[in-house]
């Protein structure tokens, strides 16, 4: 019987950080889900590395995926976001 105790009061942990976790989740989400699309965007803008004059050689492949991956990245957290980078033509 002790084992069992043992393991039931591990689980209650887990099930207690879990929803700890959770709740801090969604409090940034929730934060994150009110900021109006143009304030995003320029977050967005701030994010990407600064390549100001910078030419990229077509053929090497590491530049060019530097240059775009913060654009990509952030058009994939979710569908609201994709659809703010996509509609943000100074992030591509």
């Known amino acids: 019987m002790n084992d069992l105790d043992s393991a039931i009061y591990a689980l ?3 099930r207690t950080r879990l ?3 959770a709740t801090e989740c969604r409090r ?3 934060a994150v ?3 109006p699309v143009e304030i995003l965007s320029e977050i967005f803008i701030l994010a990407r590395p600064q390549y100001h004059g910078l030419r990229l050689d077509p053929s090497d492949h590491s530049s060019v995926q530097k ?3 913060p ?3 952030v058009a994939q957290v979710c569908r609201r976001w994709r659809s ?3 509609g ?3 992030l591509w």
């Open 19 to 21: 929803s700890r976790s």
């Open 28 to 30: 940034l989400v929730s």
């Open 12 to 14: 209650q942990n887990v």
């Open 88 to 90: 943000t033509p100074r």
């Open 33 to 35: 889900g009110r900021l």
């Open 84 to 86: 703010i980078a996509l």
């Open 71 to 73: 654009s990509f990245t």
């Open 67 to 69: 240059y775009l991956q």
